[in-house]
């Protein structure tokens, strides 16, 4: 089941990056997308050095001791739509908008690591997804922020 579920979640990536890659923004969705993997890689890397978390089931076990299908391709991906949707917001709606994307997935990550053998906790809540995800989501949409105001700057 796990293996179909990650083969699912690939497909579904992959169908949706022409759509998310169009337009005139795509510079600043590149950005987000590779800062976004880079990001969630390290903070990974680092929880399942420590044991705090473990991917039981995973693309290429022998190379990754992460599961490199969210930390590439979903997380990175939620990111861009995550930025799309707040990219003209202020602040109040920016962080109702961090609730859609972090509270869903603090409760999906639960649920799979309760029925499914996508994740195993150690030393790891959904609190813990919940810090992550938006800490990371505010990391990367201060980084859209300030590209913003380089553009400004250049253009003015």
């Known amino acids: 089941m796990e293996k179909k579920l990650l083969n699912l979640l ?3 990536c992959l169908v949706s990056l022409p759509f998310l890659f169009k337009g005139s923004k795509m510079r600043e969705n590149l950005v987000v ?3 976004k993997g880079v990001i ?3 903070i990974d890397a680092y929880v399942v050095g420590t044991k705090r978390l473990e ?4 693309p290429f076990p022998k190379i ?3 599961n490199i299908i969210f930390t590439v391709l ?3 991906l939620l990111s861009v739509i995550w930025v799309k949707l707040s990219y003209n917001n ?3 709606k920016i962080l109702l908008k961090s609730l859609l994307f972090s509270v869903p997935m ?3 990550q639960w649920y799979f690591e309760k029925n499914s053998r996508l994740f195993k906790w150690k030393k790891w809540t959904p609190f813990h997804t919940f810090a992550i995800v938006n800490v990371t989501l505010f990391t990367i949409r201060g980084l859209v922020g300030f590209l913003k105001k380089l553009d400004k700057i250049k253009s003015a």
């Open 90 to 92: 202020h602040l109040g």
């Open 40 to 42: 969630a890689t390290l």
């Open 10 to 12: 690939t497909a579904l």
């Open 106 to 108: 603090s409760i999906g």
């Open 33 to 35: 997308f590779f800062s």
């Open 55 to 58: 991917y039981p089931v995973r």
């Open 74 to 76: 979903f997380f990175p």
């Open 64 to 66: 990754f001791k992460t």
